[in-house]
């Protein structure tokens, strides 16, 4: 019997391998794409949402159309993301895993630029690429575009959102006029538009449904809550769904690390995924979720940009994005390759004009639910246990040496006395915290008077009262994240996660709380504590010269204000103005606060992040909530 892919022209080495992948039958963007873009002759402009199999709908056909036996470029594909450049190299390294001579190189930032060298050097067919290590390499003269035959551009909306309109231009400055553009997105603003009409002529035009509209896969719920019951809210949802496996989207890098240490301490098995991390700590996290060895994933929309995690059931909205498009983003993280899923969105009052607006734009209906009560979590709660017992599998060889023992320790307990304990083991965790719960479900007005966004936040501040402050000399060079430092803290000070407060990390030290009782505790747990070979030290914050006073001043011109939303650091000019965070360095800035109503505003001049590779700055990049930098061009905002 003919595969389904053979019938659109792929070849049988190719469509051996896409079969060795679990794929039988083309999804409808494959289906209708590739037939199209097997001729070679068309531009090409795809809208498609997330999640529909884009990278097979352009790379199968240019698996075909690229002449192996040539090692020079052929294509470039330009994607916003390093996770996204890694996804799309990684499935073209195994469609074409039968392909004799096939050479794809992945060039983005966070990563050895003198390995992607050598890679292109040895000879290359396919470049994915970011757009800013793209240009580094360019500017070294390392790499020669003339042979180029076809240029994609994937993710093509938050590509000029995130403000690479610029670095597009330069790259495709260096490529053939005669080359044939085929241009992927999830959505058709308007700077879409433009791009379309100046680097292609005359495209074909695929649009598999509605332009904007949502995946129909997906489920649409919101609930309203008080600004205060956020995190309250958002725990009661992963509690009522045990086999939840979720991104969870935060506005600011801020709230991003917040709501994880919070649901870390309180138990559950999660992790924050932002711009500050370093590349082997996004990789880290990014590999715990894809082996789902972490059930809930935070993240900000610029960090989880090109996230292709199969199963995710739920996306969970704890703050609404600033800009529209960027909801279809976030939504196609779960129901992909055709599976189904849920969109969750925690507003409060005032914010429901924002799902009205939401529901117009993709064209599907939200579904207002109710948050569950205590006894409604219990009982999902309890009968899942119930189905773990009786589905789980019985290694007959290994329990049975043991059976007796169990039995007679068993002998003095009925049947049903053994069942209550067991479910009991579980249950009662959940029986304690849920046996006063509030009602969480708010109606229209009753936020009136709370203070926005800062509600939300799930944090302590500064000096928490009952809390003791202390300093502790590891930090984010020694390669740890706030999870990481809170599971040091807790195993080494024998210590709950609930027993500590704010985990503030810096580079080489970092600043942690916990509560007065335990104190004591904590420096007798680190003692003897060694890591990586040099002692541990624990310290009250202000003692051993660390005064922290008006704001804490240490070497490198740095300074962190007490409060809400004000840090700054500087190295080399560059004022300061207004709360959040500005870092410079020759003059160039970034500033942070955590939400402003003033829109989306983008400045020219942007710095590369050679280390990081995720372009969130420049010299002149504003971010205020909903800021962020770019290339002088205003994105939709609510």
């Known amino acids: 019997m003919t595969n389904p892919f053979q019938l659109l022209g792929i070849s049988d080495d190719v469509v051996n391998a896409v079969k060795d992948l679990g794929f039988e039958t083309p999804t409808p963007i494959q289906e209708q794409s590739i037939p199209v873009l097997l001729e070679g002759t068309n531009d090409f402009v795809g809208l498609a949402q997330t999640g529909t199999g884009k990278t097979a709908a352009f790379g199968l056909p240019l698996l075909e159309l690229i002449d192996f036996k040539v090692t020079k470029p052929q294509a470039l594909i330009l994607c916003p993301t390093r996770e996204l450049c890694l996804q799309i190299a990684n499935d073209l390294k195994n469609f074409s895993k039968n392909v004799a001579n096939a050479h794809v190189v992945a060039v983005y930032g966070g990563a050895n630029i003198m390995q992607q060298l050598r890679e292109i050097r040895q000879g290359v067919q396919i470049v994915v690429a970011t757009p800013g290590r793209m240009l580094d390499i360019i500017g070294r003269k390392a790499i020669d575009f003339s042979n180029v035959k076809y240029v994609v551009l994937d993710e ?39 791009i379309a009409k100046n680097y292609m002529d005359n495209p074909v035009e695929l649009t598999m449904g509605t332009k904007n509209t949502g995946n129909v896969n997906i489920e649409h719920e919101y609930y309203i809550v008080r600004a205060r019951d956020k995190y309250a809210a958002l725990k009661r949802i992963v509690d009522f769904n045990p086999e939840i496996f979720a991104v969870v989207f935060c506005k600011t890098k801020l709230d991003t690390q917040d709501v994880a240490e919070h649901l870390i301490k309180d138990g559950y098995n999660a992790d924050a995924l932002h711009g500050d991390l370093s590349q082997q700590q996004r990789d ?32 969970i909205n704890y703050s609404l994005p600033d800009e529209i498009e960027s909801y279809t983003h976030r939504s196609g993280r779960t129901g992909r390759a055709g599976k189904t899923g849920i969109s969750i969105c925690i507003i409060n009052s005032k914010e429901l004009g924002k799902i009205r607006q939401l529901e117009r734009i993709i064209g599907k209906q939200f579904t207002k639910a109710e948050l569950p009560t205590g006894f409604d979590v219990c009982e999902k709660q309890l009968f899942s246990l119930v189905h773990k017992v009786h589905n789980v599998e019985v290694n007959v060889e290994q329990i049975d040496q043991y059976i007796p023992r169990i039995m007679d320790e068993f002998k003095d307990l009925s049947k049903e006395d053994v069942i209550k304990r067991f479910a009991s083991l579980e249950f009662n965790r959940f029986l304690d915290y849920y046996s006063k719960a509030p009602d969480l479900n708010a109606a229209v007005g009753d936020d009136r008077g709370e203070r926005g966004e800062r509600g939300d936040r799930a944090g302590r501040g500064r000096g928490s009262e009952g809390y003791t402050r202390l300093f502790i000399n590891l930090g984010s060079v020694d390669e740890f994240t706030r999870g990481d430092m809170l599971s040091f803290i807790c195993n080494n000070g024998k210590i709950a996660g609930k027993s500590v407060g704010k985990i503030d990390l810096k580079g080489v030290f970092s600043f942690f709380e916990v509560e007065d009782a335990v104190a004591d505790k904590v420096f007798e747990g680190f003692k003897a504590v060694e890591f990586n070979g040099r002692q541990v030290r624990i310290e009250k914050s202000g003692d051993g010269g660390r005064g922290e006073g008006a704001g804490e001043r240490r070497g490198g011109g740095e300074r962190r204000s007490g409060g809400f939303g004000g840090e700054r650091r500087s190295g080399g000019g560059g004022g300061y103005r207004g709360g959040g965070d500005r870092r410079s360095s020759g003059g160039s800035g970034r500033r942070e606060g955590g939400s402003s109503s003033g829109g989306f505003r983008d400045f020219s001049g942007r710095s590369r992040d050679e280390k990081g590779g995720n372009r969130e700055g420049g010299s002149g990049r504003r971010e205020g909530g909903n800021r962020e930098g770019g290339s002088g061009e205003r994105r939709k905002k609510w």
Do not use: C, Y
Not at 161 to 187: E, H, V
């Open 156 to 194: 093509a909306d938050e590509m000029l959102n995130m403000g690479f309109q610029d670095d597009i231009n330069d790259i495709l400055s260096t490529t053939p006029d005669d080359k044939k553009t085929w241009l992927f997105s999830a959505t058709m603003p308007a700077e879409v538009r433009r």
């Open 284 to 315: 880290k996290v990014m590999q715990r979720f894809r082996e789902r060895n972490m059930q809930l994933l935070i993240a900000t929309d610029v960090a989880a940009r090109g996230i292709d995690v199969n199963n995710v059931t739920h996306v």
